[in-house]
Every structure is written in structure tokens, then in C-alpha cells.
């Protein structure tokens, strides 16, 4: 799946062109602030920056659930159940 992922700009992250700004304008299509600190860029389902699949405009974690089997695999879910909670990030160091 193709995902669309969130930027988080807190005060520790580099203002203008970065890497984190840099790949969150190639993901997400919007140009990035130069006023703006850029922190990380987040691929996951956390509710405070979830990622959307790009062809369908749908949450991942709403895309998950509704087929748990088809995206995760059934051994996953067997062991993990029908969510997949996890959160990587891109840092700006």
C-alpha cells in the first residue's frame, strides 16, 4: 500500500529544507514551510498522525480493519489480532 504520512513540526526540528520537510513534500504533494520547524515524518496508525492510503484516501488503520486477513496475513492475527499499532519515524537530526 501506497500511504500518504504525517509531518510533525516541533520546536526541535530543522526550519526550512531538511530532510523530514524534503520527504514530506515528495509524500505528500504540499510544500513544505521554511518558517516551520520540520521533526519527523510518521508512517503508522497513531491517532495523532496516522498515515492514509494513498488510492483511497482511507486511514490504515480503518483500511486494516476492514480486512484484517488481506493486509496483515493470517498468522498475524492470529498472534497480534486485527490491529497493527506501530509508528516509524524519519527524525531531523
Known amino acids: 500500500l501506497s500511504l500518504t504520512c504525517a509531518v510533525q513540526n516541533y520546536d ?32 503508522g496508525t ?21 480486512d484484517p486477513a488481506a493486509h496483515l496475513g493470517a498468522k498475524t492475527v492470529e498472534r497480534f489480532g486485527d490491529d497493527l499499532p506501530f509508528l516509524t519515524k524519519v527524525l531531523s537530526v
Do not use: F, Q, R
Open 12 to 43: 526541535w526540528g530543522i526550519k526550512g529544507g531538511c530532510e523530514v520537510s524534503a520527504l514530506g513534500e515528495l509524500n505528500t504533494g504540499v510544500d513544505s514551510d521554511p518558517s516551520k520547524p520540520y521533526a519527523e515524518l510518521w508512517m
Open 46 to 66: 497513531h491517532p495523532s498522525g496516522p498515515s492514509v492510503v494513498s488510492a483511497t484516501g482511507v486511514g490504515l488503520k480503518e483500511t486494516i480493519a476492514a
